[in-house]
């Protein structure tokens, strides 16, 4: 088994893709009464962190979709503090005991352009549902199916009796990572790093393949069959695999920076 990590040398941010967020807010289940709350704070305290060139969009689900905006905005002052006053209008819900927040999210797709910008969503859920594990893969394989590496889906959790198995598999399928808070207190600040290390992608997309100098060797790349994680300027980007003897091997990283 072996990891490899590569980062960038030199400042690529200039190259940067505009970034579009999408904050999905979790009311689908009598627990989220008491986290509902901080969702809507770290959604206000990670829109302080956007770059003003970017955008985003705010959606509470629970049985429906409410949408702060019918289409993203600009991450101007005055969107934020419009922002500010359609959460403030929005309050827990304790109607939907046994939501099913993993069904609702391929309804944001349609909602969400095709084109070559980055697209990234942030699910704030406590994870918790009424599926059994086949029925909840159904629900992930089918949400993979619909986004077709369209949207990179982050999740974050906040407390306890979380079910973080669950927000880490999909996120992690689906190109991002789960974000964890074991207090109320953190959480808002954690999702605003979370948005700064986000700032600047490159390419989303992303394809790694690798071919041994032996031919002989066998070499295997993880994941191979789920959506790997967009590449960004400030960050490393890990590739990890599987060799049957250390020997020399072309590695080659593929992704879509706009048009090219």
Known sequence: LFAITLTPTKDLSAHRLKQNFYFLLDRSSSSQKRRFPVFKRATLKALASMQPEDTFN???????ITSFRSENCAASLKNKRAAEDFLETQESSPLFQNGNVYSTLKQILPLIPDNDEMHTAILLSD???????????????????????????????????????????????????????????SFPRKLAKLILDLKHPLAKQIQVSCKPYQS?????????????????ANGSYVICGEIDNLAPFDLILEGRHQQD
Do not use: C
């Not at 029925?135 to 089918?142: A, E, I, M, T």
């Not at 669950?166 to 974000?179: A, E, I, P, V």
């Not at 066998?218 to 960004?232: A, C, G, K, R, T």
């Open 58 to 64: 705010i959606f509470i689900l629970d049985k429906s």
């Open 127 to 185: 994870g918790r549902n009424n599926l059994d594990t086949r029925k909840k893969q159904d629900v992930f394989n089918r949400w993979i199916d619909a986004n077709q590496e369209k949207v990179t889906l982050y999740t974050a959790a906040v407390g306890k009796d979380d079910d973080l198995l669950s927000l880490d598999l999909l996120s992690t399928q689906s190109g991002g990572r789960l974000l964890y808070s074991d207090t109320h207190a």
């Open 216 to 232: 002989r060797s066998y070499i295997e790349l993880y994941p191979d069959s789920y959506m790997l994680p967009p590449l960004y």
